[in-house]
């Protein structure tokens, strides 16, 4: 029971669940200020959820929904229509280190902010 060919798969298997299961409580709202304070609270997002890849390596992010909020500006083409975006993998290495770093949960919260903002659909 205790040999290395079942402590290292049960190990990465509860840091794989533990990451995900964090990934979908704090993660998700934490991405959700950002996404707010990143568009100067013009623009509201709601995730169904998130999974992390195999490997630790993306998260893909499913059922986006940006809604703007407040009144519209002349440059904003887009307000007052929601946008949707099914299914989004993005790349995210030392995913791994979310559980353990708070310098990791901020950067990752950052790369996966601008990713969700770079879509040409979002007028800025």
């Known amino acids: 029971m205790l040999s290395p060919g079942v402590l290292f798969p049960a190990g ?17 709202k934490n991405l959700a200020q950002s996404v707010n304070q990143a568009t100067g609270n013009t623009w509201r997002v709601s995730i169904k959820s998130l999974k992390s890849g195999l490997i630790l ?12 909020t407040g009144k519209p500006e002349p440059h904003q083409q887009n307000f007052g229509h929601t946008i949707t ?8 290495p030392n995913l791994e280190k979310l559980l353990f770093s708070p310098n990791e949960r ?3 919260t950052q790369v996966i902010c601008k990713k969700i903002l770079a879509d040409d659909r979002i007028a800025q």
């Open 106 to 108: 901020l950067l990752s």
């Open 57 to 68: 390596d993306s998260v893909t992010l499913n059922d986006i929904e940006l809604t703007p």
């Open 85 to 92: 975006i099914q299914n989004l993998e993005i790349p995210c």
């Open 12 to 28: 990465y298997l509860f840091v794989y669940l533990s990451t995900n299961i964090f990934l979908n409580a704090n993660f998700k």
